[in-house]
């Protein structure tokens, strides 16, 4: 029979793939980073899947307000990622700035004013993402379940013994 240990990290196994799958089905994802920084950790007190911080805003979105002070560069990379399409901005000046690299840091800057200001569209919309919620709450019923009756098991085994 399976320990507890086993089972636990079968399951979060489980868990993180139902996940990654998830977030490749519903294309929200850009680079990857974001998947592959979930990792599981099961120690004798209990398990848990640990990953990036933007990981939680995938299913319900980010809600306006405070936000790195780099965040137009990380919606830059988003952008870059996402391979979405950006018009090139000419300069009225001589720049060191090329007209696309302007397009860019302008459409960079107009989401995350729009993100820190009203939050994401998904925020927004007040929907949900199934992206976890739904696959953890399974795999809770399976583990529960599979223990259960591995307990139930080992207390026949004691009263047969005694």
Do not use: C
């Not at 086993?6 to 490749?24: F, K, N």
């Not at 850009?30 to 848990?48: K, M, N, P, Y």
């Amino acid at each position: 029979m399976k320990g507890v240990k086993e089972i636990l990290s079968m399951h979060l196994e489980e868990i993180r793939r139902g996940i990654v799958a998830r977030i490749q089905d519903k294309k929200r994802s850009s680079s990857g980073r974001t998947a592959s920084s979930l990792r599981i950790e099961v120690t004798e007190d209990g398990g848990s899947i640990l990953g990036a911080s933007s990981f939680l805003v995938l299913e319900k979105g980010r809600g306006p307000g405070a936000v790195p002070g780099d965040f137009y560069k990380i919606i830059e990379e988003w952008i870059k990622d996402k391979g979405i399409a950006v018009t090139p901005i000419p300069s009225t000046r001589n720049s060191a700035i090329s007209p696309e690299e302007r397009g860019l840091k302008s459409l960079a800057g107009a989401i995350a004013y729009t993100i820190m200001t009203k939050g994401t569209r998904l925020h927004r919309s007040n929907k949900t993402d199934d992206i976890y919620s739904e696959i953890i709450n399974e795999e809770l019923e399976r583990i529960a379940d599979e223990i259960s009756v591995g307990l139930s098991m080992e207390f026949d085994k004691i009263n047969k013994e005694s």
